[in-house]
């Protein structure tokens, strides 16, 4: 019975560590993850153009209250580091390009800001698997996925370690 059960174990650990190791790491150049989606300018930003850069890829919307919460945290966030080279990339599910400019200008948001107007039919956000919002993922300069839906301090401390600081 002892050998049974330290076989079961070895081969049961066998099996995780096979399976960790085959799981990709989901980085930006990925056609299944890249899109291109107009500005508000109206010109277009593909994410893989985002390669080389260390930035949040964040989901929001206007009408999301927990969306413009997290905003004002983004915001101290985003003066802090944009001078060692920390960028944002916004993409906004709103349906209604009015609303969603009027909360970039109320919310005073100066990094980038794109938009998915198919609201809940968002490509982008079921390219992303993002369910709910807000949703964020910290990509290093690789384009390598590194945190996702990553709270306050954890956020901070990844961002210093990619920026080298």
């Not at 990925?30 to 291109?36: A, I, T």
């Not at 260390?54 to 945290?73: E, H, I």
Request: proline share 3%; net charge positive; glycine share 4%.
């Amino acid at each position: 019975m002892k050998i049974l059960k330290t076989y079961f174990f070895i081969s049961f650990f066998s099996v995780i560590t096979i399976s960790a190791r085959s799981q990709e790491i989901p980085n930006i150049t990925d056609s299944r993850l890249d899109f291109s989606l107009p500005d508000m300018k109206g010109d277009s930003l593909r994410l893989s153009s985002m390669k080389g850069k260390v930035f949040l890829l964040d989901f929001w919307a206007s009408w999301c209250v927990p969306c413009r919460s997290s905003n004002k945290g983004l915001i101290k966030l985003y003066s802090k580091y944009k001078k060692n080279g920390f960028e944002i990339v916004s993409v906004s599910l709103d349906d209604n390009k009015h609303n969603w400019m009027k909360a970039v200008s109320k919310d005073k948001i100066t990094w980038l800001q794109i938009n998915d107007s198919r609201g809940p039919d968002a490509m982008s956000a079921a390219q992303w698997q993002v369910d709910a919002i807000p949703a964020s993922f910290l990509i290093d300069k690789n384009g390598n996925v590194v945190a996702i839906n990553a709270e306050k301090k954890e956020l901070e401390n990844k961002i210093r370690e990619l920026l080298g600081l």
